[in-house]
């Protein structure tokens, strides 16, 4: 995990030397996120940072994804704008959905002697627009569709007399399509 | 202007939510890698006239283990019984098998060894133990061992030998119930290894010591044995022709029986129920109990304490992994003296102030148990996954996952190992 914020943290950097070179802005699209799943609904958060030029913006987001295993996705965003005072836009991610530790199987694996949780990918295509705030900041509101994979292997020791003894696994693929509705700050 | 677009962004994303509306959708792909066994079958009377000393065979799967003499008679699961001489504690030799499918536990007294077949009976005569003799067999008075399972032949004068490994994997989504579960025998998975001391009997017909695992127990002229809730008894004053005198219920989930004088410790997950025998020795008294958290807890007796050990894994639920010591002054009034914790601690047994436990991946363990409120470690055999032990005369032989050890505590500042039989992969 920290390596992955240096690289963050160095690509920022990387952008903001870039940016200046080239009158280009920098900017942080922050945004809360509702995901309408097909059995429940979730929240999450992200964050994307990153570089604009012209009607482009790409940049490199992390956040957190509630549904319905716990995740933190880290993933490229592209971003096209159009209309004169660029308000409307598209938009898709694509990346690596890490999971969190701290997530147990869910009522669904009622029994396992050890289990282990593996992220997957990530990605989410939508539209939106954005509000003019002052100073060049903006609201936004997009909506679009997300899909997210988890992984979870189990394992089942089975009880004998003398090790080893047989062992079943179980591995469980969880691919989630969710409509994800989003509201936030664009500076 | 802001209008025209507000209303674009909203056409575009309904038309966006129509068409990924067949998109929203958790779906989850579940693949399940399991062990399955293929039961093979033997006729009954092919089975029954192989029951006789044939070629000694690899320990395999080495279950309990009883100590006669100079003789280990050492269970291979399911399979039959090693008979192994052990004149020589540092040089055991196995000599000989005897081909007992469905075999678990075994009891011995004087000449006659009593084994089960499944649901059967076994009685043999053992004077020579090269040469076994069966003199009968008693059916179906182990009715938990019954395989109801599909798997199971049709033909009830088939009997299972052996069992065929198949490693599967079945893919399915997760909402499908697979309940295709291997064909596990009844009873297999609650019935564990070897014996213990006890008795002390000083008779003509000396008993066989058997382990902490134990699910047999001989005292005097009957034969004891546990199934998962019952307390069945044999009346073996013939030890050719055991009588079944019927059965008393114990608990849910018995495990193991432990005999100790005119006693009887017999451990279930829920706790250690004692029994009387002196008075009633065909309908067994119970005169105390001690409960604990649901754990697998074999359990040995002297005459002031009582030794369970407690440990947690799959089928025995719980976290504990523990010895707990019961004092027992009052019988009906057992109460916990202290606990100590350890590994995954599981068979065990006692010789005078010795105390032996063997503790899983921790090896064999040896403590002073002449103070029970401070036990002390006198010695440790790592490097082994030991699970049970019968300390006997200076000599603890340990059943291990890499062999059958012998180590010698004549002398108790050199306890060493003498020799390890190995077990084939």
């Known amino acids: 995990m920290r390596k992955i914020f240096l690289i963050l943290l160095f690509t920022a950097a990387e952008m903001c030397v870039y940016a200046q070179k080239r009158k280009i802005t920098f900017r942080s699209i922050n945004a809360v996120e509702y995901l309408i799943g097909q059995n429940a609904d979730g929240w999450g958060f992200q964050s994307v940072n990153g570089i604009a030029w012209k009607n482009y913006f790409t940049g490199i987001g992390m956040g957190t994804d509630y549904y319905p295993y716990n995740s933190y996705p880290i993933f490229f965003d592209q971003r096209i704008y159009i209309g004169k005072k660029r308000s409307l836009f598209g938009y898709g991610n694509l990346g690596y959905n890490f999971n969190d530790k701290k997530n147990k199987p869910g009522k669904e694996i009622y029994y396992y002697s050890s289990y282990h949780f593996r992220g997957g990918v990530y990605t989410d295509i939508g539209i939106g627009m954005r509000i003019p705030l002052k100073k060049n900041n903006f609201i936004t509101f997009s909506g679009g569709f997300s899909y997210k994979e988890i992984y979870i292997k189990t394992t089942s020791i089975n009880e004998c007399l003398v090790a080893p003894c047989t062992v079943d696994y179980n591995n469980y693929q969880y691919a989630n399509g969710r409509v994800t509705l989003k509201a936030g700050i664009d500076f | ?425």
């Open chain 2, 1 to 425: 202007m802001r209008k025209i677009q507000s209303t674009a962004v909203c056409t575009a994303l309904l038309a966006l939510f129509s068409l990924l509306s067949g998109c929203v959708k958790d779906t989850c792909k579940h693949s399940y890698t399991y062990t399955w066994f293929e039961p093979l079958y033997k006729t009954s009377a092919e089975v029954r006239a192989n029951i006789k000393s044939n070629p000694a065979t690899d320990i395999q799967q080495p279950g309990k283990m009883v100590l006669l003499g100079n003789y280990i008679f050492l269970n291979e699961l399911n399979k039959g019984i090693h008979v192994i001489d052990n004149s020589n504690p540092s040089s055991p030799k196995n000599i000989g098998f005897i081909d007992i499918p469905g075999n678990v536990d075994i009891a011995i007294k004087g000449n006659t060894l009593y084994a089960d077949l499944y649901t059967d009976l076994v009685v043999l005569d053992i004077s020579d133990p090269t040469h076994v003799v069966k003199k009968n067999i008693i059916s179906g008075v182990f009715p938990q061992r019954y395989y109801g399972y599909a798997y199971l032949s049709g033909d009830s004068a088939q009997i299972i030998y052996d069992w065929k490994r198949h490693d599967t994997t079945i893919m399915e989504d997760c909402s499908g119930s697979r309940q295709i579960y291997p064909p596990i025998p009844m009873g297999i998975y609650y019935a564990n290894a070897t014996t213990s001391m006890q008795n002390g009997n000083k008779m003509s017909n000396p008993v066989g010591i058997t382990g902490s695992m134990s699910r047999f127990a001989i005292v005097n002229d009957y034969l004891y044995t546990v199934d998962d809730m019952y307390l069945n008894v044999f009346n073996i004053t013939t030890p050719d022709n055991p009588a079944y005198n019927g059965q008393s219920l114990v608990d849910y989930h018995v495990e193991t029986i432990y005999p100790f004088k005119d006693k009887l410790f017999v451990g279930s997950n829920n706790g250690t129920f004692i029994y009387n025998v002196s008075a009633s020795p065909s309908s067994p008294q119970k005169v105390g109990e001690f409960t604990h958290a649901r754990q697998c807890d074999p359990v040995i007796a002297d005459d002031t304490y009582a030794y369970i050990t407690l440990h947690s894994g799959t089928t025995c639920l719980g976290y504990d992994n523990e010895l707990d010591i019961v004092k027992l002054n009052n019988l009906t009034d057992a109460s916990l003296v202290k606990i100590y914790h350890l590994t995954s601690p599981m068979g065990l047994s006692k010789d005078g102030d010795l105390l032996f436990i063997c503790d899983g991946t921790d090896g064999l363990k040896v403590f002073d148990a002449s103070d029970v409120n401070n036990l002390k470690l006198i010695k440790q055999f790592g490097g082994m996954e030991t699970y049970d032990v019968i300390a006997w005369n200076g000599i603890a032989i340990v059943v291990a996952k890499a062999g059958i050890y012998e180590f010698s505590y004549a002398d108790v500042n050199n306890i060493h190992e003498l020799s390890k039989i190995n077990i084939a992969n």
